[in-house]
């Protein structure tokens, strides 16, 4: 009995390390941004193991993390109007975002006095709105003191986060950030081994590699899952995460709920890379970036304009076009592929961005979470 007790624990903690993810509970996450009019109470909650309250500001004076009082209520009752439908569900509160100040995250960072302003107002915040963790969206540390920092910021967070349980005897609130690939901008890199053991995972946002301000010549995948044509995508990203040392069992993979429309120099030229003069516009289309939700690609463009749409399974993206309008987004074919990578790699889940771009039966994030199962 005693040496197949010992098999036994031999093979299952190989298993273990074959694929960590399985010993884990996956994360099935979504943001749910204030900006976007999207009623709380309207998040399928039973779609998700975790839900972000997005943005908490980092106010550049004090260094404190707060909430813009025309959302303390909506934020301060997140956590109970979500729980209504899933009880189980976690939630945190997420920093900053691309809209915030990256000077201003970086003067933060670069002081103890100010670090501390930082991470003690959002332990505060946290606890006092009912969050179950909190997550960092500073996009992005430039430079390589802005990573050291980072770094620094990060180890301090987590033995404060542990400190504030041991003392209160409440579970340690969670510690998640959002970050882009493992390199910025090819130069400088994120502190991996910090970013590993002093989080409880790190959301990868693999999106946004193409978009008609930043590649207006031509059409492209916005989040393509592969590019053969450059070392931008989803796949790309988590590949240079893990060779630079973080572990797959502490990643989850970014899925945009939104796309990029471009406009066709020729209707007839309406594959990936075709002639585009910068961004379209119409109804739902963003005149700033050109961006555009789901449930808007298919209410004005595939079922309100007969848009013809199409799947490209090299890239691992959808899109659709009519007359000019060229838009890449991912659809129900993208988003399976792309969930059964992530399990298929070992990673811990998915997240979505956002929750409200979803169309009104959540097939998108029905079909991420029917696919992880």
């Known amino acids: 009995m005693a040496i197949q007790s010992l098999l036994f624990l031999s093979l299952s903690l190989f298993l273990f390390h074959l694929n960590p993810s399985s010993a884990q509970t996956p994360v099935k996450a979504g943001y749910w941004s204030s900006d976007s009019e999207f009623q709380v109470s309207n998040i399928n909650s039973a779609l998700f193991t ?7 500001d980092l106010n550049n004076q004090s260094n404190q993390v707060t909430i813009d009082p025309n959302s303390a209520t909506l934020f301060s009752t997140f956590t109970q109007t979500v729980q209504q439908k899933n009880p189980n569900v976690k ?43 909190l997550d960092l969206d500073w996009e992005y540390p430039e430079t390589s003191t802005d990573m050291a920092n980072l770094g620094t910021l990060l180890t301090e967070w987590r033995a404060a986060v542990r400190s ?32 590993r053991d002093s989080l409880d995972w790190v959301n990868v946002m693999a999106y946004d590699f193409k978009g008609p301000n930043w590649s207006n010549v031509s059409t492209g995948a916005p989040a393509g899952l592969y590019d053969p044509d450059s070392e931008f995508s989803g796949s790309a990203g988590v590949d ?48 700033d970036d050109g961006s555009i939700s789901y449930n808007q690609i298919l209410d004005q463009f595939i079922n309100g304009a007969g848009a013809s749409s199409e ?25 399976a592929a792309k969930v059964s990578y992530a399990k298929g790699k070992g990673l811990l889940g998915y997240f979505v961005w956002s929750v409200s771009g979803d169309d009104g039966n959540w097939v998108l994030c029905q079909t991420a979470s029917q696919t992880w199962n």
């Open 50 to 56: 975790h839900l972000f309250c997005a943005f908490a």
């Open 311 to 335: 799947y490209d399974g090299s890239r691992v993206t959808n899109y659709c076009y009519s007359g000019t309008t060229w838009i890449g987004y991912d659809d129900v074919q993208s988003i």
């Open 240 to 287: 240079k995460w893990i060779g630079s040392g973080m572990v797959e069992e502490k990643m989850v993979l970014g899925l945009p709920l939104y796309g990029y429309a471009w406009k066709l120099v020729d209707a007839a030229s309406h594959g990936i890379g075709a002639p585009a003069d910068g961004k379209a516009s119409g109804e739902g289309i963003s005149s």
């Open 164 to 195: 504030e349980s041991s003392s209160t005897g409440s579970v340690e609130l969670l510690l998640t950030a959002a970050m882009g690939f493992s390199s910025i901008h090819d130069s400088e890199s994120y502190p991996v081994s910090i970013v």
């Open 91 to 133: 939630t945190l509160l997420s920093i900053g975002g691309g809209n915030s100040n990256s000077t201003s995250f970086a003067a933060m960072a670069s002081q103890p006095g100010s670090r501390k302003s930082f991470i003690d107002s959002s332990i505060q915040l946290a606890r006092s709105n009912g969050f179950h963790g």
